[in-house]
């Protein structure tokens, strides 16, 4: 039957909830330290609690917090790891289709200033001539 749940499956929600309450705000600040952005640690702890979550029957004997931070830095790491592979290895910028830590592409580009663009070249070519 949809919509019925056992009580066992309701204790786990509450118990998850309660960690959640509890944690929360200590997941939050490890996360910004990891990404330096209070937007991308919700997004990178909303990914763990969801894996953890789906998990919370072999996690919530053991530490928890720890499942979670650990979770927390892997998520971080394949986001780090697929902006990595979306740049171009020439050194180039230019047109790199990047992503935001939580794996979001990024919504602002390289301004016409950005070192890789023909501007950039040119006032790097100028500051060199003016020493």
Known sequence: ????????E?????QFAA?????????????????GSRTDAEDLVQTAL?????RWSHVADRDPGAYV?????????????????????SGSTR????????????????GPDAPGSEVGRRRVRADRGAR
């Open 1 to 8: 039957m949809h919509g019925v749940t056992s009580s066992r």
């Open 10 to 14: 309701r204790d786990a929600s509450e």
């Open 19 to 35: 960690f959640v309450r509890a944690e929360g705000p200590r997941l939050l600040r490890f996360a910004t330290l990891l990404t």
């Open 50 to 54: 969801t894996a953890t979550y789906a």
């Open 69 to 89: 931070r650990r979770a927390i830095v892997n998520a971080r790491t394949s986001a780090w790891r697929r902006t990595r592979r979306a740049t171009p290895r």
């Open 95 to 110: 047109g790199a289709r990047s992503t935001t830590s939580s794996g979001r592409p990024r919504t602002t580009s390289p």
